[in-house]
């Protein structure tokens, strides 16, 4: 058969034309969905995320928007070193490759200062009053100590130069002073004779 008759043969024999239409029209409609889904997802066409650490919420706001992303505000903690507002952390990283539309989710520095519940810490050792309060996250800035017949043992503690007792709430990383014992007794001014001796009668209280 002459490549003439061979084509004349395909395009009037309805079976082949059909098989023929049938795979062109599926060729036409991969190549649809293979264009509409580059297009819809953006292929190749990449954000590049901008730093806004240390913005405030407000200023941020327009930089993420002009670059065609959302963002939403997912935590919030409290540090000394930002200012309060600002963002401490963003997912996706700054520099990030994203899609469009693509939500930036950040973390602020809060604006008031976290309070924590002073734990009560009279009449335990110093060690133990220390890792109670650092676990906290206070800070003791000394140990102050003071006439008490138990050495070591906490009998108050101090903020700004105020006694502060348990279930105060104070702000997180306050620094604080322990007053301790020293294992000294106060002899009463009463049961001194006046020499400055104690008195027979007090003797056997303190031995």
């Known amino acids: 058969m002459s490549l003439k008759g061979f084509f004349k043969f395909l395009f009037t024999n309805i079976i082949v034309r059909n098989v023929l239409l049938v795979i062109a029209a599926s060729g036409l409609l991969i190549l649809g969905v293979l264009y509409w889904l580059d297009s819809y997802t953006l292929h190749n066409q990449a954000i590049v995320v901008p730093d806004v650490t240390g913005m405030q919420e407000e200023a941020a706001a327009p930089v993420l928007k002009s670059k065609k992303l959302r963002y939403q505000v997912i935590d ?7 200012q309060p507002g600002a963002i401490v952390d963003q997912i996706p990283a700054a520099a990030s490759k994203v899609k469009e539309n693509r939500i930036v989710f950040l ?8 309070t924590v519940e002073l734990p009560d810490v009279q009449e335990i050792s110093q060690r133990q009053a220390l890792a109670s309060l650092r676990a906290l996250g206070f800070k003791v800035d000394s140990v102050r100590y003071v006439t008490y017949e138990y050495r070591d043992l906490v009998v108050g503690v101090q903020y700004n130069d105020k006694i502060v007792t348990s279930g105060q709430r104070l702000p997180f990383g306050a620094n604080l002073v322990l007053e301790v014992g020293d294992g000294n007794i106060e002899v009463p001014a009463d049961s ?12 056997d209280w303190f031995e």
Not at 76 to 81: A, D, G, I, K, Q
Not at 107 to 114: G, P
Not at 196 to 203: F, L, P, T, Y
């Open 76 to 82: 919030s903690v409290y540090s000394r070193s930002a």
């Open 107 to 114: 973390t602020v520095n809060a604006k008031n200062a976290q």
């Open 192 to 203: 001194l004779d006046s020499a400055g001796v104690i008195e027979d009668s007090e003797k």
